[in-house]
């Protein structure tokens, strides 16, 4: 999808730079596929995420999504015990901040279910961006420091000589999220909108059905 492009050069930049920060404080990061603190949450998305975890999704073994399907489908009950009103897709913009957080509560944290059992994330490639920031000190180049990070990571604050590195221009890159959340609502739900957000599980029990008549056979 042509929507995609620029929130996919943008997921590569963050890559390369979540990487370099990795090799170049080796003592200080301890992020790397295998560690799994961060995996626990229902995980809201933006609608430029959502389509490409269903792309890493698409690409897995049938009876692997199954499996995924299986394990969010719980998760999904909890979802609407809580917010009985909310109806597919299951997007967030229906509910209060009040019912969001009564979710959050009553799921209290569960593991993502791309989370193998063997503590993989299957579609790794294909994560969120928050995933892909996840662990590392955020640091603004107007705003400064945000407030917290990974425990395991720079433990011991963020030293003087890091803060250029680790500095990132975030409005930016909440404006090209943004720019292609505009573009996709307009080509999936036929309103342009700037924040379209879903819960992971939510996202995966409709995997074979809203998102697979919105989607159609379209290359994600």
């Given at each position: 999808?042509s929507?995609?492009?620029?929130y996919?050069?943008?997921?590569?930049?963050?890559?390369?730079w979540?990487?370099?920060?990795?090799?170049?404080?080796?003592?200080?990061?301890?992020?790397?596929?295998?560690?799994?603190?961060?995996?626990?949450?229902?995980?809201?998305?933006?609608?430029?995420?959502?389509?490409?975890?269903?792309?890493?999704?698409?690409?897995?073994?049938?009876?692997?999504?199954?499996?995924?399907?299986?394990?969010?489908?719980?998760l999904?009950?909890?979802?609407?015990?809580?917010?009985?009103?909310l109806?597919?897709?299951?997007?967030?913009?229906?509910?209060?901040?009040?019912?969001?957080?009564?979710?959050?509560?009553?799921?209290?944290?569960?593991?993502?279910?791309?989370?193998?059992?063997?503590?993989?994330?299957?579609i790794?490639?294909?994560?969120?961006?928050?995933?892909?920031?996840?662990?590392?000190?955020?640091?603004?180049?107007?705003?400064?420091?945000?407030d917290?990070?990974?425990?395991?990571?720079?433990?011991?604050?963020?030293?003087?000589h890091?803060?250029?590195?680790?500095?990132?221009?975030?409005?930016?890159?909440?404006?090209?999220?943004?720019?292609s959340?505009v573009?996709?609502?307009?080509?999936?739900?036929?309103?342009?909108s700037?924040?379209?957000?879903?819960?992971?599980?939510?996202?995966?029990?409709?995997?074979?059905?809203?998102?697979?008549?919105?989607?159609?056979?379209?290359?994600?």
């Amino acid at each position: 999808m042509s929507e995609l492009g620029s929130y996919r050069l943008l997921l590569d930049e963050m890559e390369k730079w979540f990487r370099s920060i990795c090799v170049r404080y080796p003592d200080q990061m301890q992020c790397a596929r295998g560690c799994t603190l961060c995996c626990y949450g229902l995980f809201d998305v933006s609608l430029p995420d959502a389509v490409l975890v269903l792309e890493g999704m698409g690409k897995l073994p049938e009876t692997t999504q199954n499996e995924i399907i299986e394990r969010a489908t719980g998760l999904q009950r909890s979802i609407q015990e809580a917010a009985p009103n909310l109806k597919i897709p299951f997007f967030l913009d229906t509910l209060s901040e009040e019912q969001i957080d009564q979710i959050v509560d009553l799921t209290n944290e569960p593991r993502c279910p791309f989370l193998s059992g063997r503590n993989q994330c299957l579609i790794y490639e294909c994560r969120p961006l928050a995933c892909r920031l996840e662990g590392i000190p955020m640091i603004d180049v107007e705003d400064g420091l945000f407030d917290d990070w990974c425990e395991l990571n720079f433990i011991n604050g963020v030293p003087s000589h890091a803060v250029k590195e680790l500095k990132r221009d975030y409005a930016r890159i909440q404006e090209i999220e943004a720019g292609s959340t505009v573009l996709l609502s307009k080509k999936l739900l036929g309103r342009p909108s700037g924040r379209v957000t879903l819960f992971i599980p939510s996202l995966v029990v409709e995997f074979k059905g809203w998102w697979w008549k919105a989607l159609g056979s379209r290359e994600l």
